[in-house]
């Protein structure tokens, strides 16, 4: 029984770590898709997300019939209970790649996002990246301290954010309102998919140590 | 024990009522805050967010302890699980409230939303705020069919949404980049409150019939 429990909890934790790298791909290609203004990409980010749903339901289910079957208690319900919500986090995160694709495919074939943008946009999805990655070594590893540097890693995500802010509504703004309110979108959309990398290495501190991170640079609730 | 269980699971159902009341009033005066630029209501919204916080984070340890100590099975734990998920979309409206009473504090003096827009965010504020309503009156008799209506109230925000691009996309938009800035973004927000309160009736459909409700109305993961 316990060892079909391992075997189990395991083996949602391994599609976890798929499904994560299946979003960092759609964040990738979204990106892409967004700053060369390619469509082909694009439609594949959109229609691609229909897998990380169905992949993120599959996590669910299993987390459902752990809790149904085994009855954890302990550090194995917190793991449960973390896998559970690092599903829904995954899933929002392959919708926001899609929503970036959208734009890209929405003003194709003109590039959504000009010059001074795109290499403001190219910066955070870099980051996003990279925060995903932390997030995946950090479930694989049970690693609470690098869990920890996703808050540090967050910050350089909200200055980003600041500075795409500034460039919008500087006076030397010469894209128009169109283009501004597709950027202010684009960098919210990046920005939650940040905080969600966040919350999945809040959730594994949440594992190892039985205690949620607290703290203004940790979401409230994840 | 299960008398115990019982009253707990509908202890905890009420506190997630009391704390959804907490989230109209939130949305409500933080749409009051946007369009008379009351500063002093915005600060209220703001500061009033750690209580929503607080009260989500009880719901969750209840439903964690509810977990360990019940080891629910079928129907139980599918409402506890619910539960959980409920905490999550309830923190997170009380966030976007806030996120909004802080553009209204951040243009203040001056009204953040300008006469045209304050009239569909207006629309926009009472759309959710009814659906939060639905979501709140339909947990409270487990009524499927009314969270079933909440997909329909849902399109009313997409096209107030869709009606409001057109307005700051329209080549008489007269307000400049930062309101149109700020008013996608404060459409973002309203949209987000409203996928959750979908997300909290689908969440209900789920506890009462087993099923998590398919089709494109319903959010692929709640």
Do not use: C
Not at 23 to 41: F, G, I, K
Not at 59 to 66: A, D, G, M, N, Y
Not at 100 to 109: C, D, E, G, Q, V
Request: charged share 25%; hydrophobic share 45%; aromatic share 6%.
């Amino acid at each position: 029984m316990r060892d079909s429990y391992r075997d189990e909890l395991n083996a949602t934790t391994e599609l976890i770590v798929t499904v994560a790298g299946l979003v960092r791909t759609a964040v990738q290609d979204a990106t892409t898709a967004l700053v060369t203004a390619d469509l082909t990409v694009a439609e594949r980010v959109i229609s691609g997300d229909a897998r990380i749903d169905e992949l993120t339901k599959e996590i669910e289910q299993r987390s459902f019939q752990l809790l149904a079957r085994q009855a954890p208690v302990a550090g194995e319900l917190r793991t449960v209970v973390a896998v559970l919500r690092m599903s829904y986090s995954l899933d929002r995160m392959g919708d926001l790649a899609a929503h970036i694709a959208k734009i890209a495919r929405l003003r194709y074939p003109e590039v959504a996002a000009p010059e001074p943008v795109a290499d403001q946009i190219k910066q955070m999805a870099e980051t996003a990246d990279s925060m995903i990655a932390t997030a995946i070594t950090t479930l694989e590893n049970r690693d609470a301290e690098a869990a920890a540097g996703l808050a540090t890693a967050d910050s350089k995500m909200d200055e980003l954010r600041s500075d795409q802010f500034h460039l919008l509504l500087s006076d030397d703004w010469e894209y128009g309102v169109e283009k501004a309110v597709d950027t202010a979108l684009l960098g919210r959309y990046y920005e939650r998919i940040a905080d969600h990398a966040v919350a999945m290495g809040a959730r594994t501190i949440y594992i190892v140590t039985g205690e949620a991170p607290e703290g203004e640079n940790w979401p409230s609730s994840f």
